[in-house]
């Protein structure tokens, strides 16, 4: 019996070792597509954790190279690792799958980025452009751009390519177009080897796998009076005007080429390409000839209006000769007798959409630092004339309504302090011509903007002036927000802007200068920027926010116009 029972045992230790045995032969033999799976799943966890690698060391060195603490040497050269490390990382697929936002978050705001999708005949193309901008302090206010070229038409194709390497250019807008000769892009932005900064247009053709830059035909372009071209042997066009502070460029509608727009809007070019590669420069708008064959005394612009998302562009007609065109109205006034003037005044502005405001003939108006009106004349010379006197001209025994002329003080007092000023003392004030303008300002008409330095205490601070034709003060700007606590730096006004910052219809002044704490030795600091802004008030007056400005300058948008422009943009500021 022993024996069959140790059979019995044997036989059933023979049958579980096949069966295991036959387990393993069977998992030995899973189909061959379950293997490559499971290993190209592993491949890609890999590639995703060498990449977020990459990613995390070129962020580490983009922290040295900003670290002003670091020797220069060691930061030169990571800037080099930097920009030639980043770019590798751009040719790998995972890198377009970071939005615009989270790279330029992820570089610390060191970036510009923008994306944008086109339909070509060979199917859509996906490009993207970044900017990068090195510290001052390391290359200089010039050589300090590097913008990067990345496109892809699926993740699997994705291909990235420096192109500007340390040069003055700072793209801000472009486009990806089919042409005869193939698929182009245009790039547009500006130039910061100058002040004003002007604009720049460059052409590239994409050959196989690379763009290659082209060169741009300049010798049929004509321009306006006043703007300049400029080009390199092989470099792009550089477009400025030397009368205006500031210059935008932007895509055209159809694609084809840009807008190129000054300050004011007075003059604008457009900068077309055809399909068969020429290039066109005009004038938006052309100056239109009278029947007799001269040329009429006035300019067709396209001004543009912005806001809450709604953009119309419609024309404007500047630079008419108003005493020209209409000395019929000149010694009208004197037609009117004393009462006849009085009747008309006693009989202006009745009640809106009544009875009485169809038959009323005569309107008072108020403006910055006037008192209007507007009186009836016969047809031929235009149905109606308008005459304006300054408050500060009133007679005090007209001024009846105390509480009118209350809420107008403030008014008032600008215009009695900006009308027959004093000559700007340059014994007292030490102008900076380089950053001192002839612009126009709502308010005061024609001006010239200066810079100055002045020594009270004896410590060097800037100060900001308004002057008319003759050099008289118009207008004193208040205290710069860089002078509270820091010493102006000599020669340290490095950009000045006039835009409407805040889209209140008046334009405003946005100024960045260099400022240091003035001790040569042990406990110097080094100069930094400092960035203010001139917000115009409707009473024709500047104020600035100092909450802002802290701000702004804490966080470090002081770099450029562009930085001030894009952070102030979104936030609501109403000074009125």
Known sequence: ?????????????????????????????????TETNHTLSLQNDVKTISYSKMLDALVQKLRIVNDENKDSDIRQNKLEEFTQELNLLLNEPESVEMKDGELVEKFDNNFTILTKSFHLKS?????????????????????????????????QLVHAQIIEDGGPELTTDFVVRDSDQGIQLCLG???????????????????????????????????????ELNKDMNGPIIIENRQHDSMSIEVLDHGDGFLINSDDSEQNLIIEFSKSGEVRIDSEYSIASNTHGEPQSYELTREKYSKNGIVIKYPQITKLKDIAKQPEQQGLIGDFTKDDLMQLLANADVTKGSLAEVEMESFSYLTNDSLGMSVPMAHVVGDHAEYEIHFAQIP???????????????????SVSTVGGEKLDTDQYEIEESQSFQTTIEGFGKVRFVSTYGYPEGFRKFFFFLLD????????????????EWV????????????????????????????????????????????DIYFQKKNKTFTTLPALDETLNDQGHNQTIQDVVQYVSKQRINVN
């Open 488 to 531: 102006a730096r000599y020669g340290g006004v490095e950009a000045v802007a006039f835009k409407d910052v805040n889209k209140d219809g008046l334009k405003d002044v946005i100024i960045i200068a260099d400022v240091d704490n003035g001790i040569h030795g042990p406990g110097r600091v080094d100069e930094f920027p400092i960035a």
């Open 123 to 155: 199917g859509q193309l996906n490009v993207r452009v970044m900017n990068y901008r090195a510290p001052k302090t390391l290359t200089g206010t010039i050589g300090d751009k590097y913008t990067f070229i990345q496109w892809w038409s699926s993740k």
């Open 469 to 484: 034709d003759q050099g008289h003060i118009l207008y004193p700007f208040p205290n710069f927000y860089g002078n509270r």
């Open 396 to 414: 005090e025994n007209i001024r009846q309504n105390e509480e009118l002329w209350s809420e107008l003080s403030s008014v008032e007092d600008q």
């Open 1 to 33: 019996m022993s024996y069959l029972k140790y059979v019995r045992i044997c036989y059933v230790l023979l049958l579980l070792i096949s069966c295991v045995v036959l387990n393993g032969c069977m998992k030995g033999q899973d189909p061959p597509a």
């Open 189 to 227: 932005g500006h130039v910061s080897i100058y002040h004003p900064d002007p604009v720049f247009v460059d052409l590239w053709e994409l050959s196989g796998q690379r763009w290659m830059q082209k060169s741009i035909d300049v010798c049929k372009m004509k321009l306006p009076d006043a703007w």
